[in-house]
């Protein structure tokens, strides 16, 4: 009787915990959010450097992305999380192929490759409340110039852009009367973008618009110190479209100032960067 009975409790499905209200809305602004910070800054123009030899074209970026941020506590829902998440970054652009000449000395550049990576320190992100852990990130990728930016034909920079960056992972303890909350969550975005820009010696302005694919994993726990459970939520995988402008402008020889603004979702956000290099 008592083997059948085991039998039987082996056989019963095993009832999947519920999370927390708080956690699932803290997730969903969690992943508009996520998705603006790791996705944005181009910070660069559409034309590709290319000319890897003799003399190897490149530039280093000191940058950060600043988004606004709401949510509410998940131990305490009547509690409100909210501030201005900043997230600075190193990126840097790489030369690798000059591209093939469509016009000799007038259509050039198709083809040209550069080399993107950036990498996002620990943060400290205060808004969301107590962070136990800060996360960083890393980011890779390739632009593929279709025509250079030229002065004589007026022609301008026009690039394509395929970029991917894993951001985490976050941890954050939430207690409030009595009650305890630990969230996990690590995002990772998928760009591919179309850019343009045009020269005008000491300044560049330059636009763009691109696909994205988000995704937002996110675990939490109700016990201290105890396992975590995942969430599983549609709005955790998420495809959209970033539009996005921003201006170069070269106050003195080799060096570059930059500011961006996106937009995503009906969300706005900036960026802002200091870039040297051939």
Avoid: C
């Amino acid at each position: 009787m008592k083997r059948l009975i085991g039998l039987l409790l082996l056989g019963l499905p095993l009832q999947a915990q519920t999370p927390p209200q708080g956690v699932v809305t803290l997730a969903e602004d969690a992943t508009r959010t996520f998705f603006f910070l790791v996705g944005s800054g181009t910070i660069t123009a559409a034309t590709v450097h290319g000319k890897p030899f003799p003399i190897p074209r490149f530039d280093v970026a000191l940058a950060t992305n600043m988004v606004s941020f709401r949510s509410v506590n998940p131990a305490d829902p009547a509690r409100e999380l909210k501030g201005f998440l900043v997230v600075p970054y190193i990126q840097g652009e790489f030369g690798v192929f000059d591209g093939f000449s469509l016009v000799p000395g007038v259509l050039s550049g198709l083809g040209a490759v550069d080399v993107l990576v950036r990498y996002l320190p620990s943060t400290k992100l205060s808004a969301l409340g107590s962070s136990l852990t800060t996360p960083q990130g890393f980011g890779f990728g390739v632009k593929v110039g279709i025509l250079k930016d030229r002065l004589i034909p007026p022609v301008p920079g026009v690039s394509v852009t395929v970029f991917h960056t894993t951001w985490g992972d976050l941890e954050a303890d939430y207690q409030e009367g009595g009650n305890y909350v630990g969230v996990r969550m690590k995002a990772r975005v998928l760009r591919m973008s179309l850019d343009v820009s045009k020269n005008f010696l000491l300044f560049t302005p330059y636009a763009g618009v691109g696909y994205e694919r988000g995704s937002l994993t996110v675990d939490w726990r109700t016990t201290q110190g105890g396992s975590y459970s995942s969430l599983n939520e549609d709005f955790l995988n998420q495809g959209y479209v970033r539009a996005y402008a921003g201006l170069l402008l070269s106050p003195f020889p080799l060096v570059k100032v930059v500011g961006e603004v996106s937009f995503l979702k009906s969300r706005t956000g900036f960026s802002l960067g200091l870039k040297a290099g051939l």
